[in-house]
């Protein structure tokens, strides 16, 4: 049972035009949603979270957005760069456990073409 | 400084070997984490060591051996390994308590290969 989904396996976004990677998930127990990026054979860099007691989290080019009722967030990217063209990484966890571990889902590929 | 240090990057073992992977942080944090992960899949818990005590066990098998030695080491002992466990082991840390306790940052991981 996926609790973390990523629907689109690859996105291709033309640079400086804004990216938008969706991200749903099904326990409604996730308080806390991260936003990772990674390329092949590195480990996943932190990009942006956000606190499920906030619709929006803004962090320069990155701003992420979550709509509870619907459990959805977005990674929104502003303008994208040739740099951003990675694996996305959506994740969730449960903030009141203190220490239980990410849930990701399977990933988003952005093709930033320029 | 966000910085998880792994070794080594690469480890080529065989089934019959002993080997451990090292992780290291210093950041303050007190939880921290070991995830596999396979191409083209999302990592996947494995251990969450919660000030230095095991408090999650994804139902690893037991030739994985976790060990936390102190607050800023963490080993992941391997003995008798299956070609199926050849994948991406990454070493993760987050703060453990506050507002964002669960907010990891991960090593660049070890690539390991069981012949």
């Known amino acids: 049972d996926q609790q973390v989904k990523q629907n689109s396996p690859s996105l291709s976004v033309q640079e400086g035009r804004i990216s938008i990677l969706n991200c749903d998930y099904t326990?409604?127990?996730?308080?806390?949603f991260l936003w990772y990026k990674k390329y092949p054979a590195e480990g996943p860099t932190f990009l942006i979270s956000?606190?499920?007691?906030?619709d929006k989290n803004e962090d320069g080019r990155f701003t992420v957005f979550l709509n509870k009722s619907a459990k959805h967030l977005s990674l929104h990217i502003v303008p994208s760069q040739p740099g951003d063209s990675a694996v996305y990484f959506c994740?969730?966890?449960?903030?009141?456990?203190?220490?239980?571990?990410?849930?990701f889902g399977k990933g988003t590929h952005l093709i930033i073409q320029p | 400084d966000t910085e998880v240090t792994q070794t080594p990057k690469h480890l080529v073992m065989g089934m019959t070997n002993k080997k451990s992977l090292k992780c290291e942080q210093h950041?303050?944090?007190?939880?921290m984490y070991w995830y596999k992960q396979k191409a083209k899949k999302p990592p996947e818990l494995m251990f969450v060591?919660?000030?230095?005590?095991?408090?999650i066990n994804e139902s690893v098998p037991s030739r994985f051996s976790p060990e936390c030695p102190n607050s800023s080491l963490l080993n992941l002992h391997l003995h008798a390994l299956q070609p199926e466990d050849s994948a991406l082991y990454l070493c993760?840390?987050?703060?453990?308590?506050?507002?964002?306790?669960?907010?990891?940052?991960f090593g660049q991981g070890t690539r390991l290969t069981v012949v």
């Open positions: 993760a840390s987050s703060p453990g308590q506050g507002p964002r306790n669960t907010e990891a940052f």
């Open positions: 326990n409604s127990m996730f308080d806390y």
């Open positions: 956000i606190s499920s007691i906030k």
């Open positions: 994740a969730a966890s449960y903030s009141g456990g203190g220490a239980d571990g990410l849930t």
């Open positions: 950041m303050g944090h007190r939880a």
């Open positions: 060591y919660s000030y230095e005590k095991l408090s």
